[in-house]
């Protein structure tokens, strides 16, 4: 079956730890975005990316990265920069019209 | 820049009732909108979507949803609500001049009463 598959769905992070987390799509869709969801906040965009090599900072990429070396993959790294890190992270992917397919998500949580 | 609204942050109704969820936009140009739910814990699934032409559109589950241009609106309805539809509902529009980035208005919860 086509998807994405982010992983991991839960993931705990103490203070100052860089994590990552994975974003995998057997779409063969070439756009692919990072969004934060917090509770009564709706999505906001962190970085997306239109083809390989090469992606964009979204509305909330502060203490975030992302990098793009092949079109199936898009990892998030959360930075220790990021002050409030804690959050539901969504990866998507876009099709022709913009129609957005959207992972499971993974949960962070930092101690 | 676009922006979503939706009025109500949860409704609560009946089963077997129907449902009117609220969103309006503000975008320069006509714009591709979306309705996407989202079950606790999990991404979205696109219900519908609006490009162009019938401003009527139907949608997975028995969702429908009107385009209204002079109203700025994209309203979501279903005839009759089932159990299953308890979940949180996001109207987008997409930017079609800015690498297809969608905006989401913050969610509307819906709460099925049995």
């Known amino acids: 079956d086509g998807g994405i598959t982010q992983s991991p769905k839960y993931l705990f992070r103490k203070e100052g730890q860089n994590v990552t987390l994975s974003c995998e799509q057997n779409?063969?869709?070439?756009?692919m975005y990072w969004y934060r969801q917090d509770p009564g906040q709706g999505l906001r965009l962190i970085y997306y990316?239109?083809?390989?090599?090469?992606?964009q900072k979204g509305d909330i990429a502060e203490g975030y990265s992302v990098s793009r070396e092949k079109k199936e993959s898009f990892p998030l790294t959360v930075t220790s920069a990021q002050k409030n890190p804690t959050a539901f992270y969504l990866c998507?992917?876009?099709?022709?019209?913009?129609?957005?397919?959207f992972g499971a998500g993974s949960r962070l949580t930092v101690l | 820049a676009q922006s979503v609204t939706q009025p109500d942050i949860h409704i609560t109704v009946s089963e077997g009732a129907s449902l009117e969820l609220r969103c309006n936009y503000s975008?320069?140009?006509?714009?591709?909108l979306f309705w996407y739910v989202q079950s606790p814990g999990q991404g979205l699934q696109l219900l519908l979507k609006?490009?162009?032409?019938?401003?009527l559109v139907q949608g997975i589950k028995g969702f429908e949803a009107e385009f209204k241009r002079s109203q700025s609106s994209f309203n979501l309805r279903k005839p009759s609500v089932h159990w299953s539809d308890a979940a949180e509902y996001f109207c987008?529009?997409?930017?079609?001049?800015?690498?297809?980035?969608?905006?989401f208005g913050d969610g509307t919860t819906l709460t099925v009463k049995p």
């Open positions: 998507a992917t876009g099709s022709g019209a913009n129609v957005l397919t």
């Open positions: 779409l063969n869709h070439d756009a």
């Open positions: 990316s239109q083809i390989v090599n090469d992606f």
């Open positions: 975008y320069g140009a006509t714009p591709y």
């Open positions: 609006y490009f162009s032409g019938d401003t």
């Open positions: 987008a529009v997409v930017d079609n001049t800015n690498a297809g980035k969608s905006t």
